[in-house]
């Protein structure tokens, strides 16, 4: 439309709602809030179509360059541009490479305006927020209810695509926060989220016929013609694959004591736990690491201190004080009985000989007790099994066991931040019931809960903002299956 038009039209439609708004009729608040939402929408698509049409009456040359080719400029384009405010009807002019007109059109006026793929950017980023905190569905849905429109769920697989490719870029070349702490501690843990396996990517694409009618018939056929085994004790059915998450605060020190934690930051990758650690040690160095006091904790997986070896050996090391406790308590379940005053009063005991530095008290305590339990008897062969165990554990790391030393400074001896994120960023969002991840998508999405949870969002919105359009792939990334290797 021209310009005059596109006037009228924001006058047509804002007199639309202030009508409505100085209605003398009986109505109720909740009727007059939704209608009135309606029309100011209207009026949002009316001020973006006079946008549009103001922007594509610029003056422009005839002909330009781009990437090698001249383009000349020739015939118009009219689609539907997706907006906060619904859709918009977006006539413009195209580029027609010179020489070759079967060659594909270039846009020249969207690339100025920073549309992607026929949206603006600003309901991109939105949508890829919603798909970052909540199950896609759910999230086309909550679009829906602000906007009155929502995109396909094939777009929104492109739009989370788009930009969770740009995450981790954004969040490794993210400076170090200013006015930081002065003790840097380092934490790490993994959490498993389900991915979809390739027997069941090959069933999901098979073509489903319900010959008995119903759907609900067809996946009652379905059951009987793949009935499912029992799992045993110990078999799980998750096919996971673990993010490796990795937790970066630091200590402030104050007249009172050490304050804490400042300028928490968590990253995450599928990938393994040595490409955490070489990215992780990017970010620490980044903070200080090698220059300031340092703190490494973790819980006992051996692989993790393996690598904290490698990669951060300067940092003073701490077994997590809770992982460490409920060690204590299996060993306590194997001479007491559960729930009992004297394995209390045991524990109890444990642990306060661990708060006041007994650490080999304490092993020798746990040998004591294997060394009890005879080694026939109903139970007793799993018992001394635990026992052993947790005493060849307690022995490899007791060097980081110095839990009264580590409190007298006034330092950390729990992992509780790297396990309320493994939480935050793999469990609440991808761990839920039913779900089933390709490798590529749920690693893009973990790197945009990362900025999310670093509440780092206004960030990465103005990084996109200033950089050429963010241009959404043609289709949805393919899917990438896992299959879980077995428990031995």
């Keep these: 439309m021209s310009i005059d038009e596109a006037r009228r039209e924001v006058e047509r439609a804002f007199e639309a709602a202030r009508r409505w708004s100085d209605s003398a009729e009986r109505r109720s608040m909740f009727e007059f809030e939704r209608q009135l939402w309606t029309l100011l929408l209207a009026v949002g698509r009316a001020m973006v179509a006079l946008f549009l049409a103001r922007q594509v009456s610029r003056p422009r040359a005839a ?33 027609r490479a010179q020489g070759n007109l079967r060659a594909a059109c270039d846009l020249p006026v969207d690339r100025e305006l920073g549309l992607c793929a026929g949206f603006s950017l600003s309901v991109v980023l939105a949508i890829a927020r919603l798909c970052a905190q909540m199950a896609f569905l759910s999230a086309r849905d909550t679009f829906r209810q602000a906007h009155e429109w929502m995109p396909s769920p094939r777009a929104v697989l492109r739009m989370v695509d788009a930009v969770g490719d740009q995450a981790r870029p954004f ?23 389900p991915m979809i396996s390739e027997a069941e990517y090959r069933r999901r694409r098979q073509r489903r016929r319900n010959a008995d009618g119903t759907r609900r018939h067809g996946r009652r056929r379905r059951r009987r013609e793949r009935p499912r085994k029992r799992r045993t004790k110990g078999k799980k059915s998750k096919n996971a694959k673990v993010a490796i998450v990795g937790v970066l605060y630091t200590l402030r020190r104050t007249p009172d004591g050490l304050e804490g934690p400042v300028h928490k930051r968590l ?17 620490a160095d980044k903070r200080g690491y090698g220059r300031m006091q340092s703190l490494f904790l973790a819980d006992g997986c051996d692989h993790i201190w393996r690598l904290q070896q ?23 379940e194997c001479m007491y009985p559960e729930g009992s005053d004297e394995l209390a009063a ?20 746990i040998g004591r007790v294997f060394d009890s339990v005879p080694k026939t008897g109903p139970g007793n062969k799993g018992k001394r099994e635990r026992l052993l165990k947790i005493y060849k554990h307690f ?53 945009l809960r990362c900025i999310l949870l670093n509440e780092q969002w206004d ?25 879980a290797k077995a428990a031995a």
């Design 267 to 283: 990253y995450a990758t599928f990938e393994s736990h040595e490409a955490l650690f070489i990215w992780l040690r990017r970010e």
């Design 459 to 483: 960030d990465f919105v103005a990084h996109l903002a200033a950089r050429d359009a963010l241009k959404l792939p043609a289709t949805p990334i393919p899917t990438r299956t896992h299959d």
């Design 395 to 447: 022995l490899a790391h007791q060097h980081r066991m110095k839990y009264r030393d580590l409190r007298r400074r006034d330092l950390d001896i729990g992992s509780g931040a790297v396990e309320g994120a493994v939480r935050n960023l793999v469990g609440i969002r991808l761990d839920g019931p039913g779900m089933r991840w390709s490798r590529g998508r749920a690693e893009r999405l973990l790197h």
């Design 346 to 365: 045991w524990v109890g005991e444990q642990a306060k000989k661990l708060r006041r530095g007994a650490t080999r008290a304490v092993i020798d305590e």
């Design 63 to 95: 002909s330009y360059k781009r990437e090698g080719r001249t383009y000349v400029m020739g015939g118009n384009r009219t689609t539907q541009i997706g907006t906060r405010f619904g859709k918009v009807a977006f006539d413009r002019p195209v580029g």
């Design 171 to 193: 969040l490794e070349q993210a400076p170090a926060p200013d006015d930081d702490g002065e003790v840097l501690v380092i934490q790490v843990d993994g959490r498993g989220a």
């Design 310 to 332: 490698q990669y951060f050996p300067d940092a003073e090391t701490c077994l997590d004080w809770y992982h460490v406790v409920e060690k204590v308590w299996q060993a306590g």
